[in-house]
């Protein structure tokens, strides 16, 4: 089993604790910042063993050192990223496979966001630590990688099996709702989506998970095929899938 627990720091980030139930083996996703772990693992009197980072940002490992210090977990992220991980120990690479306890986690590069960024994948455990790059309804904002690019890592998340949960590193779930509503008002799947986030935001609870097959259904940025999107862009009629999806990311750098 894999215990997992959402914690919310700063104004939207989510850091995930893991927790592999058989070995008691604990890893944290993406810690932002360090005492919030530290009082969630003293409050489950849980020893963390490991920092699974997915890029480098400051609002993803800026917990990194700290952590290390009080726990002496090791820190894994992507070995492209080495000089830019902070106390990184263990550089993994696209299609290898990590241990949590008894878990197999399987890494899977999706550059686009930013160059090196990982997400940690359990199929056993129908889980997603995906980052940055995918987001409910939404996804990552390009910093350092070409639309082409960030499509193609998208394919590798939209190819996973549809009941598998999505652990995304914000809450940017209204706010993208509000620009896929722009592109696509006929889906009532995403309707429905929107009234249950709604809804769990005014009681502050998160979004997430989200899952692969709901997103399918209602995120603009793997839905290139919808006619209805199709229509609402400003492009020609038979445009690739990845024109139409850097369509998309560049008007919603743009919506307010
Ligand atoms: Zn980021
Ligand atoms: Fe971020």
Known sequence: MLDIITIPVLSDNYI???????????AVVDPAQAAPVMRILAK??????YIFNTHHHADHVGGNLQLKQQTGCKIIAAESDRQRIPGIDIGVNDGEQILLGERKIAILATPGHTSGHIVYYCAESQVLCCGDTLFSLGCGRLFEGSAE???QS???LKALPPATRL???HEYTQANGRFALTLEADNPTLMQRIAEVNALRKLNLPSLP?????????NPFLREHSPSIRKSL???EDASATRVFAEI???KDHFH
């Not at 995930?16 to 604990?26: C, F, M, Q």
């Not at 489950?44 to 063993?49: M, S």
Request: hydrophobic share 40%.
């Open 167 to 169: 652990y995304c590193a």
């Open 44 to 49: 489950k009197g849980w020893r963390l063993d």
């Open 149 to 151: 690019q960030m499509w």
């Open 234 to 236: 400003a492009i020609p």
């Open 249 to 251: 990311r560049r008007l």
């Open 210 to 218: 989200s899952n692969i097959g709901l997103e399918l259904a209602t």
């Open 16 to 26: 995930y604790l893991l927790h592999e139930s058989v070995t008691g083996e604990t």
């Open 154 to 156: 998208l394919q590798k």
